[in-house]
Every structure is written in C-alpha cells, then in structure tokens.
C-alpha cells in the first residue's frame, strides 16, 4: 500500500536560521508531489508542487525552496527563516490513477521562527 | 489564475442541517475536493466530485455545479464531532499537471 511521511514534527527556529522538511512516499512511482503551508487559522496556501525529479514548480515568490533529489523524495529548505515563515506545513500525494482522485496528506510539522 | 471562495465561518446546532458553499473560478477545472481539517491534524478526505450532480456519502453530500463554478457540502444531523474546518479545493487540470488549489476553510461550530 501506499503511505506518506513528512519529519520533523514539530521544531522551533530562530530567526536567521537555516530550514529542512523532508517528505516521503512509499509504495508508489512518479506521484505528484505538493508542499503546502497554512497560518494559524488560515486555509492552505500551495508553496511548490513537482511531477517528477528535478522538476518544481513554485506559487509564491518567498525564501522558501524544494528540490525533488528522488522520485518519491520531496524536500523544502531555507537559507535564511523570517517570522512569517511560522506555520503548519503538509506535503501531499495525488495521483489520479492510484489513489483514486484523493490527495493524501502527510503528518504535518509545525515550525515556529522565534 | 485560480480563485476560490468559501465563508470563513459559520455556525449550527446538534442535530440540524448545514450547507457550505464554495465558489471557484480556474483554467483547466478537473475536479473539486471537499476535506474535513480539526485543529492542528492533516486533512482528512470527504468527496471528489468531477461531473454535474449531487454525491451522497452517508451523512455528507457534495453538489457541483461546473457551468456556475458552484459547490456545496451538505452536512446531515450534526454532531459534535463535526465541528472543525471543512476545505474546498480544486484540482486545476494545465499542461500535464495537475495543480491543487485550496480555499481558505470554513470553520464550522457545531453548539448543543
């Protein structure tokens, strides 16, 4: 079956700081792959979204990056975090064919930038 | 560009009925997605809906309606549980890519 993972759960940054999330998927090849962050409250917001390695695409111009180092491997990064980088972050899987037109979501991980 | 509107809150009672609406405009429209979000978790899927028409999943529906960029959840006989953030999201179909786009959540309170 197919699952998903994304680590750390929870970390807490300080400002200046440097920033790695990383995603996995098990048991499928060449998903579409999706990071997305959501304020306290908010709704969320599609940071990047890649269909195979090497290839991202990004929706708001930001300090944030990703790389897709592998196929089921996703990762987002910082060189530098901001105050409003806080928030919950999802990375997520769809794939029309085998999950079924459902996006799966990873477990989430908090960042506060302090 | 991608543009999707829900209201940002509302609020019921146990037992009754509620309905939620979401509005969307996009390019390449392929698929609406209703997910159920409690504090601080993942979202949880609800409903897919592609064509015309109204989808029934036990106490939850999901309307759409393509020609009016419309849809709606419709939760049945509320309960407690229910209380939580309910997101609409579109699946925008471009160049071989499927993009997926979320409205900003309707949080709704469920009161005894």
């Known amino acids: 079956s197919q699952t998903i993972h994304q680590w750390p759960a929870t970390l807490v940054q300080p400002v200046g700081s440097p920033l790695s999330l990383e995603c996995t998927v098990e048991g499928t090849s060449n998903p579409n792959l999706y990071w997305y962050r959501q304020a306290a409250g908010r709704g969320l917001q599609l940071l990047f979204y890649?269909?195979?390695?090497?290839?991202i695409s990004s929706e708001v111009p930001q300090n944030l990056s990703a790389s897709r180092p592998q196929d089921r491997q996703f990762i987002l990064s910082s060189k530098k975090l901001l105050l409003s980088d806080s928030g919950f972050y999802l990375c997520?899987?769809?794939?029309?064919?085998?999950?079924?037109?459902?996006?799966?979501f990873g477990e989430g991980s908090w960042l506060t930038v302090v | 560009g991608q543009n999707i509107d829900q209201p940002t809150e509302m609020t019921a009672t146990e037992g009754a009925i509620v309905q939620i609406n979401c509005t969307y405009q996009t390019s390449g429209f392929n698929g609406l997605f209703w997910y159920q979000q409690h504090a601080g978790e993942a979202p949880t899927f609800l409903s897919y809906?592609?064509?015309?028409g109204l989808e029934e999943k036990g106490r939850f529906s999901s309307f759409l309606s393509r020609s009016k960029g419309y849809s709606y959840l419709l939760l049945k006989e509320l309960q407690m549980k229910d209380s939580a953030s309910y997101l609409c999201?579109?699946?925008?179909?471009?160049?071989?890519?499927?993009?997926?786009?979320f409205g900003t959540g309707t949080r709704l309170q469920v009161f005894p």
């Open positions: 890649s269909v195979g390695i090497g290839q």
């Open positions: 809906n592609v064509l015309d």
């Open positions: 997520a899987w769809f794939s029309r064919q085998l999950t079924g037109n459902t996006i799966y």
């Open positions: 999201a579109v699946r925008d179909y471009l160049d071989n890519t499927d993009k997926l786009i």
